[in-house]
C-alpha cells in the first residue's frame, strides 16, 4: 500500500472515479461483477439488460419499478462504505478534489463529499416524461414499496428517474466536468470500476497524459497495463489509508 499512500501526500490535484465495486461493502450488487445483476440476473422471467433500456421503458415501466424495488427502492436503508467515508475525509483535507461517479445510489453525498458528479444520475428526483411534473425519491420509494405503479397526477404520463438509461445521451454539462476534472487531476483513483462503460471508462487518460493512474477494483480492467499501481481490495486499501493519511 505504500505506492497509493505516496501518491495521496504527494498529488496537488486527486480525482476519484467510483464505480458499483465500492457499494457491494454497502450491501448494494453491483451490475458486472460475477454475482452481479447482468451475470446471474434478478428474476428468471426477464433480462436484465431491459431494466433499464429506455425504449423497453417506454412501453412498460412496470418492469424498471418491480425489477428495481429491491435495489434503488431501498437505498435509503443503506450507509456508506469505508470507501465512501474516506474519500469524503481526503476530501475535507483538500486531497481529494472530485469524486466522479458511475453510481445511482446516492452513497457519495450521504457518506460527506461535496464536489461529486453522478455522470449517470440518480433516483433523487423523478419527472414525468409528458409534462415534466418533478417528485420526489421518497414520494417514488412508498408507492414502489406498496406494489403500486403510480402514472402521474397531472397528466397520467410515465414517471421517470432522474438516472441514464441505456439509450439516453449523457448530461452534457456533467461531462464536461467530469473531463475538466480528469484533465486537471495529476492523480486519478479508479475504484470498484470495470471501465468497460464509456464515456466514464476514458476519463482516466485525460489524468494519464500528464498524471498518474492508481485502481482498486477485484476484477481486471482495459487499463491495468498502464496504472501505476494496481489492487484488488478496497477494504483493505481503504483501511490502510484511513490509518495512514491523518
Not at 424498471?64 to 456508506?80: E, G, V, W
Not at 433523487?124 to 414499496?145: E, G, L, P, T
Not at 470500476?193 to 487518460?205: D, G, H, I, M
Request: glycine residues 6%; charged residues 25%.
Amino acid at each position: 500500500m505504500e505506492l497509493i499512500t505516496r501518491f495521496l501526500k504527494e498529488s496537488r490535484y486527486c480525482v476519484a472515479l467510483t464505480g458499483a465495486g465500492i457499494s457491494t461493502l454497502s450491501g448494494i450488487r453491483d451490475f458486472r461483477g460475477k454475482d452481479g445483476i447482468y451475470n446471474s440476473g434478478l428474476n428468471e422471467d426477464y433480462d436484465p439488460d431491459l431494466i433499464f433500456d429506455l425504449d423497453y421503458f417506454r412501453q412498460d415501466p412496470s418492469l424498471y419499478y418491480k425489477a428495481s424495488r429491491d435495489f434503488i427502492y431501498n437505498l435509503h436503508t443503506k450507509q456508506p462504505s469505508i470507501v465512501h467515508l474516506e474519500l469524503a475525509r481526503l476530501e475535507s483535507m483538500g486531497i481529494i478534489k472530485a469524486v466522479i461517479t458511475q453510481n445511482i445510489d446516492m452513497l457519495h453525498s450521504k457518506a460527506g463529499s461535496k464536489n461529486v458528479i453522478e455522470l449517470h444520475g440518480s433516483p433523487m428526483v423523478h419527472r414525468c416524461m409528458s409534462c415534466d411534473k418533478v417528485f420526489s425519491y421518497d414520494h417514488i420509494c412508498d408507492i414502489v414499496q406498496s406494489g403500486e405503479i403510480q402514472k402521474c397526477d397531472r397528466c397520467q404520463g410515465v414517471i421517470k428517474p432522474d438516472i441514464i438509461f441505456f439509450g439516453e445521451m449523457l448530461d452534457a454539462e456533467k461531462l464536461n466536468k467530469a473531463v475538466q476534472e480528469a484533465s486537471k487531476a495529476d492523480l486519478i483513483l479508479v475504484l470498484g470500476s470495470s471501465l468497460v462503460v464509456q464515456p466514464a471508462a476514458s476519463l482516466p487518460l485525460y489524468t494519464r497524459e500528464h498524471g498518474s493512474l492508481v485502481i482498486v477494483n477485484d476484477m481486471p480492467t482495459p487499463l491495468d497495463e498502464i496504472a501505476e499501481a494496481r489492487y484488488n481490495d478496497l477494504e483493505r486499501v481503504f483501511t490502510v489509508l484511513r490509518e495512514k493519511i491523518r
